[in-house]
């Protein structure tokens, strides 16, 4: 269940916490001019009645704060947009590195809240929170002010809004639970759409396109239903808020008027009360107001905190490991999906060493490269960093993925090759070169569709290769990287990976090619689940 503030985004995004006592401030200054404004107003209209001469510092201080006042809202604005943007780019980063780790959402889903639901989140930053934190500062300024100046209007106030706090409350709570049903519709139905799209093409060669309308649908109307839902209450909370408001405020008005009537207030106070009263119930209704159009971001921003500490924590930390000499699996044993994986096996590589795994389709290859990425928990065994006892988490500095199928996102080639780090022009070109792919040079720039679709199978191949190369990893897990690629591809592939080896990088291989395991320096041999598996020494 997502909280309206989620305090693990102090930990998880920079400056948050800047931001936080930043707003803070310009609420508490924004509330004393506010104050400034009310009492200033109340000298000149009693001067004007009087007839006597206004005071030039009232004068002066009631343009002072009509003009700063929106200039702090105007700031407080900026500096929340701006960190919405910062944040949301951080936990993209962060969900993306551990995407991997999460098995329960299709690509699809994990799409959907890496994309759309992200960006909810400058609704969270933009409005919720700026509220929320004049919510806290802005009424007990105003009360305090109000205390010093009327006692009677202190006790009304001291009812009514911690009424209309726990009002704000009790709704609060129901619009979270609905906002968290409205959150899990919307990805339901982008991750299961954007499924579809990918697979259309197999889906229609099979005939069964059509079959997918009745789910689509299916969750196009669960999607309305929470929606609706959702603004019904939202409707609804904003009438009872302004009751109590209102009720508080007419309360003050009537008291007020009654003792100017008799002579027991005189007119400068009442009507300084009368125009800070409101001020201390409008940011309790604010947060009333912003909280509902924020609920979406909240459970945005808890989907991608829960990504992001999916995966085990790690020792020793990603620096130790990307220094590391040798790294190895202890009588390891996978069971995924209820199904024995991988039962009992060991290895151990070195910098500088080629281990190929080899064995039979379905005998543990993958899941092995998995285990080592921090992409696959363990069920038993023991995972050795230096001889350290480990848990390994996705994306440790030095440890690098090279999948079967490169995955080809829908940028350009340079940004495929570099994932926005800054790297060298000749170091690229070099690299291209080293993987034969120099006829890629020229295209850098060029948009690669999605999924590569403007690569064919051997360049998509070399690009693969080619980011592996440009991470310069300290280990390299290779799955299967000649299968299905023409000779000269498989041959320049088999020269990167002797390459690597030879400048002290340890290569793990899952692997057929028979050349490969010729020139390994150690085979692990896995046979079939049900028979013993282990690391085979030539």
Known sequence: MAKPIDPRLFKRAGNVRTLVISLGMIAGVRSLLWVLIAFTISLLVVGARDHTPLATWAAVGLGVGLVIRPCLAYIAEQLSRRQATITKHELRMQALAHSGAVTDQSSGQITAMLTSGADALDEWFGRFLPSALEGV?????????????????????????????????????????????????????????????????????????????????????????????????????????????????????????????????????????????????????????????????????????????HSPSVSPSPTTQSRAITWELDHVTVIRQDRLNVADA????????????????????????????????????????????????????GIVWMPQSPVVLATTLRDNLTFGKPIDEERIVSVLHACGAQ??????????????????????????????????PVLLLADEPTTEVDDETASIIRGSLNDLTANGTAVIVATHDQVIIDAADHVVALAPIGHSQGEGIR
């Open 137 to 309: 500062v802005m009424p007990g300024i105003v009360i305090a002010a109000i205390a010093i100046t009327d006692w009677v209007s202190l006790l009304i106030l001291i009812v009514t809004v911690p009424l209309l706090g726990v009002f704000g409350w009790l709704i609060g709570v129901e619009t979270r639970d609905q906002a968290n049903k409205q959150y899990v519709a919307m990805t339901r139905l982008s991750g299961h759409f954007l499924d579809l799209l990918y697979g259309l093409e197999t889906l229609r060669l099979f005939g069964v396109a059509r079959q997918q309308d009745n789910l689509v649908r299916h969750a196009a109307d669960g999607l309305r239903t929470e929606t609706m839902a959702t603004l019904r209450i939202a409707f609804l909370s904003a009438l009872a808020l302004e009751l109590v408001a209102m009720i508080g405020t007419a309360l003050i008005a009537v008291t007020i008027g009654i003792r100017l009537s008799y002579g027991l207030m005189e007119l400068m106070p009442g009507l300084a009360v009368l125009i800070m009263a409101p001020e201390a119930y409008l940011p309790i209704r604010r947060v009333g107001a912003t909280f509902h159009a924020s609920t979406e971001g909240a459970a945005a921003g808890a989907a991608l905190l829960d990504a992001i500490e």
């Open 346 to 397: 060991c290895l151990t590589v070195s910098r500088g060493e080629l281990v190929a795994l080899a064995g039979e389709s379905g005998s543990g290859k993958s899941t092995l490269l998995g285990v080592l990425a921090g992409l696959v928990p363990i069920d038993s065994g023991t995972i050795r960093v230096d001889g350290q006892p480990t848990e390994l988490q996705p994306a440790t500095p």
């Open 439 to 472: 006829a890629l040079i020229p295209r850098l720039d060029e948009f690669v569709g999605q999924g590569g679709s403007r690569l064919s199978g051997g360049e998509a191949r070399r690009v693969g290769l080619a980011r592996a190369l440009l991470a310069e």
